[in-house]
């Protein structure tokens, strides 16, 4: 009868923490469900809305201590900032500006950061070497790359990105934008882009709340073994 009880006991036990395991993952993982017809229509349209999302951001970009990334058009260096904590001591992230003077600022800003490392970049390449990077972060900056020419980028990114990097995208989604539709980029033309300069999307989110999404890209030859960049395995 003893063990019976014990036994009962184990049972309710294990049930009560498999749900509350269940709950948590739950409320950890985002849904897409639309549960308030309303939540969707309430966004703000501000250029920095989607800088209140910088955790969640920040977690899909999984970034390692220690990893190189690429802050391309890093401007005054807000992401840049963020991306130093994570990278840490061991790590680097170039901070790239076509512009002259945000170099000088973001110098100046990062002088004590050893991690960061600010530079001119070219407009039409990030300007580093071969397989020197594990992430590019292109924030806003998208639509600002010439448009005859974006194929290409793709292209020289894949040459700066080691074969097991990726890139992410964060940019205004005009289709859903309530101000400045012309300060973003229509996520089926980034996605056709990126396909014609070799990379494949592997996880697209947007940001409720905000008109931003973000899309991360891997090398397309990631995919077939006899290209792996992994040796085949
Ligand atoms: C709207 S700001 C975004 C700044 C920052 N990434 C952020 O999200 O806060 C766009 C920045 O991209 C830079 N930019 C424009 N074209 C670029 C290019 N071809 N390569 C690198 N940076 C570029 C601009 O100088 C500007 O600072």
Redesign the pocket.
């Known amino acids: 009868m003893r063990y019976r009880w014990r036994l009962l006991i184990l049972s309710v036990g294990w049930a009560f923490l498999a749900c509350f395991c269940s709950r948590m993952a739950v409320a950890e993982c985002p849904t897409s469900r639309i549960a308030d017809t309303q939540a969707l229509a309430k966004r703000d349209g501000s ?1 920095y809305a989607h ?1 209140q999302k910088a955790d969640f951001l920040l977690d899909r970009l999984d970034i390692w201590p220690g990893d190189q990334v690429l ?6 260096g ?2 840049t900032e963020h991306l130093a904590k994570k990278v840490g001591s061991e790590g680097t992230v170039y901070a ?4 002259a003077a ?1 170099v000088e600022r973001l110098q100046k800003r990062f002088a004590e950061t050893s991690q960061v490392k600010a530079y001119l ?4 390449k ?1 300007g580093l070497p071969e397989n020197s990077v594990d992430l590019v972060f ?4 998208y639509h ?3 448009k005859e020419t974006r194929i290409q ?1 793709w292209r020289e990114l894949a040459n700066v990105v080691r074969p097991t990097g990726r890139v992410a995208i ?1 940019e205004t989604y005009p289709a859903l934008a309530v101000k400045g539709k012309d ?1 973003g980029t229509q996520l089926s033309k980034l996605i056709d882009e990126a396909e014609q300069g070799g990379w494949v999307p592997v996880e697209i989110w947007y940001l409720p709340g905000t008109q931003h999404y973000l899309a991360i890209f891997v090398q397309q030859k990631a995919f077939f073994e006899q290209q792996s960049p992994f040796g085949g395995r």
Request: glycine content about 10%.
């Open positions: 250029g800088r802050d391309l058009g890093a401007g005054d807000w992401w790239a500006e076509v512009n945000l970049c070219p407009p039409d990030p292109i924030s806003a900056v600002h790359l010439n980028y964060l300060h």
